[in-house]
């Protein structure tokens, strides 16, 4: 059986849980909203246990630095989202996008070769089982707004602010 180490960290717009495997990061979700990340791992990895970590390992301190303003190390954290190839080229594009940007659904189709594809777009990211790291709050409707995340509008709002220096 798997074991899966469980952590959690505070973070501005709120407290976070994390899973890893191996030391892979393999789920991040606000904690609050992580009834979410456990269907999820336990289609990826069936039937697991879980033990709490031990201390704050490379991605807390990473995220810990990304609130602190240096935004760009959650690129540094190793992960492992599992998922179809569509999500994954997905969610690799989205992590391409720097911070600061927003893009369009229609314009990560575009990115990834799959012009017509804007809602399966939509749907690899309500997927996405690896929040902030895979920033799909980077991803706004066709004219700006602010669409759908699973952390909810609020916090998608705050991070899209946070990672423009506002």
């Known amino acids: 059986m798997t074991t899966l ?8 717009p709120g407290d976070l849980a994390l899973a890893l495997y191996d030391g892979v990061l393999v789920g991040l979700e606000f904690a609050d909203c992580a009834d979410r990340l456990w269907p999820w791992l336990r289609r990826r990895f069936g039937e697991y246990t879980t033990r709490l970590a031990t201390g704050p390992g490379d991605a807390t301190k990473r995220l810990q630095a990304y609130f602190a303003g240096d935004l760009r190390a959650i ?23 720097p911070p600061g940007e927003s893009w369009s659904y229609g314009r990560l ?12 777009v939509g749907a690899a990211t309500s997927r996405n089982p690896i929040a ?35």
């Open 5 to 12: 180490t469980l952590t959690y960290a505070p973070s501005p």
């Open 132 to 166: 902030i790291i895979i920033p799909c709050h980077r991803l706004v409707g066709a004219q700006g707004n602010l669409t759908g995340y699973g952390g909810g509008l609020a916090r998608k709002a705050w991070l899209l602010r946070h990672e423009k220096g506002e």
């Open 75 to 97: 690129d540094r954290i190793v992960i492992d989202a599992g998922g179809t190839p569509f999500q994954r080229a997905v969610w690799d594009a989205l992590r391409a996008i």
């Open 109 to 120: 189709a575009r990115r990834i070769g799959r012009p017509p594809a804007a809602r399966a």
